[in-house]
C-alpha cells in the first residue's frame, strides 16, 4: 500500500507546481492549514452595480396657470322654448308611455298643452302678418274664392287662345307617327282639333310609309330620313317649326291631352325665343313672374327691421319690367 500513497502523493505535487503561480493565494497551499479538509469554496457571486445616477435636472412640475380661461360650456336651449321642445318633448311621451304614471302623463299632457299654446299664438299672428303683407298674401297670386279662381282661369285661357292663335300664323306643327301606333291613333283627332280651333298647319310624315288606322291626316308624307335627323325615338313625336327660318323646337315624342298640347306648344315657343316669357306669363292664373332680387342679396342682416325689407326687396316685382306682348318676338 505504501509504494500506491506515495506515487498519488508524487502525482498531486506535480500537480500544484505544474499550476499557474498567479492562481495560488499568499502563502502557498501549506501555509493554509488553518482551512484544514474545507480548503474548497465557491466563488463570491458579483455585486450588481447600481447605474450612475442622469445628468438630467429634475422636471419641475407644472402648476395649473389660474389666470387660463377654461372653455365655457354651451347652454341648452331655454326651458319650454321651440327648440328645448323639439329636443325634449318625445322624451317625456315615451317616458309617460313607458311608464304611464298619473305623474307621468300628466306632466307630457301639460307640456303637449304648452306647446298647442305656443302654435296657435304664431298662427294668428301669421294671419295678421299675411293680411298686412300683399306679398305674403296668396290672394294676390290667385283668388281663392271659386268665382273668382273660375275668373282668373277665364282670363288666363283667353290670354293662352290669343297666343296660340298668333302663333299658328307663322307656325307649323310636324307630327311623326306610325300605322301600328296606338298611341299614335288616339293622338290624331286632338291634333287636329286644335289645328282647326287655332289654324296651325300640320305635316304629317309616317315612319312606316302607311297612313293612320282611322285616316286622319290623309296627304300625309313619308319619312325621308327627317325623323332621324330630330332625334325621334318614340311615337307620337311632335316639334313646332318655324319654316321662314327653317328653325324646329320639340314638343314632346309621347301622348298628350289637348291642355298639355298648349301649354306644350307655349313652352315650344318660349325655349325658341319666339315668345316672351312675360307674354308666356299670361297664360298661368295668376301674376306674371315677377323679377327677383336675390341675386344681389349677399348678406343676411341680423336686424330683423332690416332682415325683413331685404327679405320683401326679393319678391317684390320689379315695375320696369314690361309684361305687356312683345309683338316683335311673335312669329307673323
Not at 372653455?71 to 309617460?96: K, N, Q
Not at 325615338?233 to 311632335?238: N, R, V
Request: with cysteine; glycine share 6%.
Amino acid at each position: 500500500m505504501r509504494p500506491r500513497a506515495d506515487a498519488l502523493a508524487a502525482g498531486l505535487l506535480v500537480a500544484l507546481t505544474a499550476w499557474p503561480a498567479s492562481a495560488a493565494p499568499a502563502g502557498g497551499f501549506y501555509a493554509r492549514d488553518a482551512e484544514g479538509w474545507f480548503w474548497y469554496r465557491e466563488a463570491p457571486l458579483p455585486v450588481p452595480v447600481e447605474p450612475a445616477p442622469s445628468a438630467e435636472p429634475p422636471q419641475a412640475s407644472v402648476e395649473p396657470n389660474p389666470s387660463e380661461s377654461v372653455a365655457e360650456v354651451t347652454p341648452g336651449p331655454a326651458p319650454l322654448s321651440a327648440h328645448w321642445f323639439r329636443e325634449h318633448l318625445d322624451t317625456y311621451r315615451d317616458r309617460a308611455i313607458d311608464d304611464p304614471s298619473p305623474e307621468n302623463v300628466a306632466v307630457y299632457l301639460h307640456l303637449q298643452r304648452i306647446a298647442m299654446d305656443k302654435s296657435s299664438r304664431f298662427a294668428r299672428v301669421s294671419e295678421r302678418v299675411v293680411q298686412g303683407d300683399p306679398v305674403l298674401d296668396e290672394i294676390t297670386r290667385r283668388p281663392t274664392a271659386n268665382f273668382g279662381a273660375n275668373l282668373a282661369d277665364k282670363q288666363a285661357s283667353a290670354a293662352g287662345d290669343a297666343l296660340l292663335e298668333r302663333l299658328a300664323g307663322g307656325t307649323a306643327l310636324w307630327f311623326f307617327f306610325r300605322s301600328d301606333c296606338p298611341y299614335c291613333d288616339a293622338q290624331a283627332p286632338l291634333l287636329e282639333a286644335l289645328a282647326q280651333r287655332y289654324g296651325f298647319a300640320v305635316l304629317a310624315v309616317s315612319l312606316d310609309g302607311a297612313g293612320l288606322a282611322d285616316g286622319t291626316f290623309p296627304a300625309f308624307q313619308i319619312d325621308r330620313g327627317q325623323a332621324e335627323a330630330l332625334g325621334v325615338i318614340s311615337t307620337p313625336a311632335l316639334f313646332l317649326a318655324r319654316p321662314e327660318q327653317g328653325a324646329v323646337a320639340p314638343i314632346a315624342q309621347g301622348l298628350l291631352s289637348l291642355a298639355q298640347l298648349r301649354d306644350r306648344i307655349v313652352l315650344a315657343a318660349v325655349q325658341a325665343g319666339w315668345v316672351s316669357e312675360a307674354e308666356a306669363s299670361r297664360l298661368r292664373a295668376g301674376p306674371a313672374d315677377a323679377r327677383s332680387a336675390a341675386a344681389t342679396l349677399t348678406a343676411l342682416p341680423e336686424d330683423p327691421t332690416a332682415l325683413l325689407e331685404a327679405l320683401r326687396a326679393t319678391v317684390l316685382p320689379d315695375t320696369r319690367s314690361d309684361t305687356r306682348p312683345d309683338s316683335s318676338q311673335a312669329p307673323r
